[in-house]
């Protein structure tokens, strides 16, 4: 059975999507930009905006009954390559010890505040805790 974790923003019932879906022992965590979702704001610092992200999909995923060390692909889009210093520094400190599979890629997002966004998979379990 299918199941579908919300964050709380708003932009999941806007546009109609899930912050996370759990599918058996798979949870599936959509892009996930540096919004506050408690205050609605965006940091303007990239490394703030992916701490922001992190956070958001490391609430997710323990709803799932999973945790960031149970990641198997993360998924960075950047809109700029001088934002890629600041995201790189946090992924490897949430990322580091658990080296998930990993791709980076320069895109346009939707709104100009927004520097980037990270999207997970991972295994309920796979880190072994």
């Known amino acids: 059975m299918v199941r579908h974790i919300s964050s ?3 932009f999941e019932a806007r546009i109609g999507y899930s912050r996370a879906v759990v599918d058996g022992d798979m949870v599936y965590v959509s892009g996930t930009t540096g919004y506050d979702y408690a ?3 965006m940091p303007e610092d990239a490394a703030a905006q992916a701490r922001n992200a992190l ?3 490391a609430r997710a995923l323990e709803e799932a009954g999973a945790s960031l060390r149970d990641t198997l692909r993360v998924r960075y ?3 700029d390559m001088a934002w890629y210093d600041a995201l790189v520094g946090v992924a490897g400190e949430t990322f ?3 080296r998930p599979a990993a791709t980076m890629v320069v ?3 939707t709104t100009p505040e927004m520097k980037l966004e990270i999207e997970v998979t991972a295994r309920i379990g796979a880190g072994g805790d």
């Open 8 to 10: 709380g923003s708003p």
């Open 107 to 109: 895109c346009g997002l």
């Open 39 to 41: 205050t609605m704001t």
């Open 55 to 57: 956070g958001t999909i």
């Open 77 to 79: 889009y950047i809109t």
């Open 96 to 98: 580091g010890d658990i």
